[in-house]
């Protein structure tokens, strides 16, 4: 007789493997989908798929607008301040030019000074005629002889070579024509720093001592072809207006002098001497701008 409880468990037993049991409890590999695009524990290989040469292609350089604004500033400074000095050479040489038009006109009002200084420099400019007819220009100018002329057509060529922003026809804000001598020397004292427009180019009517500054440092005229009368306004403004004019006018000719003479070492030693070591920026300037 058969055990009916022994053949219960081995069909028990069989019916443990059968397909149809498991199907619900085990996923197999092939039936997994491919476009999850699940991460896995299986290492993958990039080869192909990243190009070593554009590893930070997508970085972009950038500043603030704050700082751009700021540092186009800052380098507009730089260009205007790389023309002071040519403007400031410029300025000095008018003023020597204004002062040697008076002294040939035996004063007068500035406006009119600066309308002959006007005229003066278009006709230096004009590259189109000689010598001869620019001092038969100048001469009718300045309604003066041939000879007297000649005398001080030399450094009016001089001087005019250091003017490089004049602009023939511009506007001219001169003094007025009924404005005397004293007037137009009480104005200059004034403490107005705005420049005069005169002869076609910015100018002072009076030379800033803040732009000079103690013997200019960064300029570059050279003494001998201004003469005396840019010497005169340097030495006056290294010793701050304190110099009697006939102990400038003195001081200007004895320097002068020492310039012309000697090597530069002797030069230096005799400017020392003789300014007594107190005003060693002069000597500084006069040295640079020596023949």
Known sequence: MSNPRGGAEAHSRSKQYDYRANTSLVLTGENRSRDT????????????????????????????????????????????????DVTKESRDAYEAMLSLIQRQLGGGPLNVANGAANEILAVLKNDAVNNHVKKVEIQKLLKRTPEEVDQVF?????????????????????VDE??????????????????QRAGGMQVDARINEEDTGDANEGTSLNVQDIGAYLLQRKISQTFEQKIDPQHCQVLTEELLKILAEGDDRDVENKLLVHLQFEKFSLVKFLLRNRF
């Open 37 to 84: 695009h699940e991460p896995t524990e299986e290492t993958e290989t990039l080869s192909g798929k990243i190009d070593p040469k554009s590893f930070g292609d997508r970085v972009a350089m950038g500043r603030p607008q704050e700082f751009e604004d700021k540092f186009k500033k800052f380098k507009k400074k730089q260009r205007d301040a790389g023309d002071d």
């Open 154 to 174: 030399n450094q009016f060529v001089s001087i005019g070579r250091f003017i490089t922003d004049f602009q023939e026809g511009g506007d001219s804000c001169g």
């Open 178 to 195: 009924e404005s005397d001598p004293d007037m137009v020397e009480e104005e200059e004292d004034e403490e107005d720093e705005e420049p």
